[in-house]
Every structure is written in C-alpha cells, then in structure tokens.
C-alpha cells in the first residue's frame, strides 16, 4: 500500500491516522505542496485533481480522504472507524463532515494563494479568515459534543471514530494559526484523548519525514 501525502496536509493527516488505527502498514510518497510538486505531469496522471492524498492499495486506486477512509473501514474492518448503529454512524459522519467538507476546504493552501494572488488579500486578512472558518467548525462541534449523550473521551463511545480523526485534523490546523481555544473545552478534551494515542501521534505532522 502506497501513500502520496505531503506532512502538513490535513487530509493526508486523515488517512494516517486510520492506517495507523488499523496497524496497515505503507509506502509514502511525498509532495510538497507549497513547491508545486502536485502539479508534475506524473502525479497529475495518478490523481488529475493536483490535490493529496492519494491511495494505492494493489490495483486500487482511491482520492478524497473520507472516501478512503470510508474503504479502508470496509476492507479492513477492525478495528472499526464507524459505530454500528445507523443513527450513530449519521451522527459521526456528520461531525466529520464538518471539518472535511465545511472548514478545511476554505483553508487548503491553493485558497490561501488565490486569497493573496488574485484577491490581494493582506496577510492579516488571509490569517482572520482561516481563523474564522476554524472558529466556526469548532464551534460547532463543541455544541453538538455537549448536547450528544455519547460523547466522552472521544466523540461517540469508547474508541475513536471518523469523527475524532476528523477533530483532530480540525485542532492542528487551529493550534497552527493561533485560533484562541479556550471556547472549547470538550473539543479540546477529545483532541487530548486522541493525540495521546500513538496512531494518532505518529501521524501528527511533526512526526513526518518530510516535516520542515
């Protein structure tokens, strides 16, 4: 199993992190983003949307890090990502979701850039938007952790979920661009819980081998 990933990718985070929860082992590739490096003919042959991750798994070829995650848990089902219950299951794909779909796409580098390229936006207007949109996901969360009866140590039940994996990759983005934290305690809690887990901490990206 192969990985193109690149350390500070909180996608790529993602994907880490529920290959080190399921103990699959992996081959990393590794683009620099902010150098471009996704952009190469060779790699845009691999995955034509410039973007990482990108999974091989043998003949299989996966892109978007909640559809990977979503196939490892079905191939590889233990341990499991999901809870079992239908309701359950919507409720942490709907956190998930609000990191994946909702807060990180406002802040991937290739938005940063057309901020400050095409828009000329500041540096101080670029950072009060990540810090906006990271603010408003985790708020979000917070209230949906507080009114949820399953929630604890981790976002739902007794082990990690998508849904903490999907906090995490919410948190380090935010510790990153000195998001003030102090409204959100539960969210911290969780993000505490998981990072204290070596297959989250291994994926974190300062761990990487290609950490600047």
């Not at 410039?50 to 191939?75: C, H, N, R, W």
């Amino acid at each position: 199993m192969s990985l193109y990933t690149y350390y500070r990718s909180q996608a790529s985070f993602r994907v880490r992190i529920a290959l080190n929860l399921k103990g699959l082992a992996r081959e990393d590739s590794f683009l620099h983003l902010e150098k471009g490096d996704q952009f190469a003919a060779e790699y845009r042959a691999i995955n034509p949307q410039m973007v990482v991750p990108t999974l091989i798994d043998g003949d299989v070829k996966l892109f978007q890090s909640l559809a990977i995650l979503e196939y490892l848990d079905e191939k590889y089902p233990h341990p499991p990502l999901l809870p079992g219950d239908p309701a359950a299951r919507a409720w942490v794909r709907g956190i998930a979701l609000i990191n994946a779909a909702d807060s990180h796409p406002l802040i991937v580098p290739r938005v940063r850039h057309y901020l400050a390229d095409m828009l000329k936006v500041s540096d101080e207007q670029r950072l009060a938007w990540i810090q906006h949109w990271l603010g408003a996901g985790l708020q979000a969360i917070e209230s949906l952790l507080a009114e949820h009866p399953e929630s604890g140590r981790f976002c739902h039940g007794d082990r990690p979920t998508v849904a903490d994996i999907c906090l995490v990759t919410q948190v380090t983005p935010a510790k990153t661009f000195d998001c003030p934290l102090d409204a959100y305690p539960r969210v911290i809690r969780v993000y505490d819980s998981c990072i204290a887990i070596p297959a989250f901490a291994d994926a974190h990206p300062s761990k990487q081998p290609d950490t600047e």
